[in-house]
């Protein structure tokens, strides 16, 4: 099966840049989503096409991939940006996510 | 306006059936494939099942296959997860949401769209 790995916890003071990794075998030949989700809410897509933003979602959210990894950077981080979030990506008709990241901003 | 509402989550004993729907509102169904996305309390998120906007053909996952099954009601625009043999372990919050393109053979997807999600308890 195809399996997505993403680091349990990452933390950032105010102002700095964070970067959440998602890893998999092949990863590099599919497209990855990444998605917030803040405590008691449902989940947000902020990145799409592995680099690609909703017009809502602010600039500082962006998405780079290199080989088998998908890195979500945080520039600038705000602490409403404290979240979860998690990596998505569609492998022969299913979905999988990575098990989450919690994103602290202190 | 893209607005998805789901209902029919509760309290069911291990074995027990549920069916959960999801009504959809500012779009028209068969325009978009459709999931439930289910995340057990504390837990990360898991995909569930899929229906194909086109042709309403589905997918499961593993996990569920052989106990539950999606479909939809288009004149309702509702689509409905039908939940049997229910385990301890698919108690979750049950999210419905919207894919990006009417098919949902397309690897550059995303869920551009969920509910407020429903939740699902299975105990004695």
């Known amino acids: 099966s195809f399996d997505l790995t993403q680091p349990p916890s990452v933390s950032v003071s105010p102002g700095q840049t964070a970067s959440i990794t998602c890893s998999g075998d092949?990863?590099?030949?599919?497209?990855t989503s990444w998605y917030q989700q803040k405590p008691g809410q449902s989940p947000v897509v902020i990145i799409f096409l592995d680099e690609k933003r909703p017009s809502a979602i602010p600039e500082r959210f962006s998405g780079s991939t290199s080989g088998n990894t998908a890195t979500l950077t945080v520039s600038g981080a705000r602490p409403e940006d404290e979240a979860d979030y998690y990596c998505?990506?569609?492998?022969?008709?299913?979905?999988?996510f990575g098990g989450g990241t919690k994103l602290t901003v202190l | 306006e893209v607005r998805l509402v789901e209902s029919g989550g509760g309290l069911v004993q291990p074995g027990g059936s549920l069916r959960l729907s999801c009504a959809a509102s500012?779009?028209?169904?068969?325009?978009?494939?459709m999931s439930w996305v289910r995340q057990a309390p504390g837990k990360g998120l898991e995909w569930v099942a899929s229906i194909s906007g086109t042709d309403g053909r589905t997918y499961l996952a593993d996990s569920v296959k052989g106990r539950f099954a999606m479909s939809r009601d288009s004149a309702k625009n509702t689509v409905f997860l039908q939940m049997n043999r229910l385990r301890v372990e698919d108690t979750a919050t049950y999210y419905c949401a919207q894919w990006h393109t009417t098919n949902w053979y397309y690897e550059g997807g995303t869920f551009d769209f969920w509910g407020q999600g429903t939740l699902v308890s299975v105990s004695s």
């Open positions: 998505q990506a569609w492998d022969r008709n299913t979905v999988v």
């Open positions: 092949k990863l590099g030949d599919k497209y």
């Open positions: 500012g779009f028209t169904l068969s325009s978009y494939a």
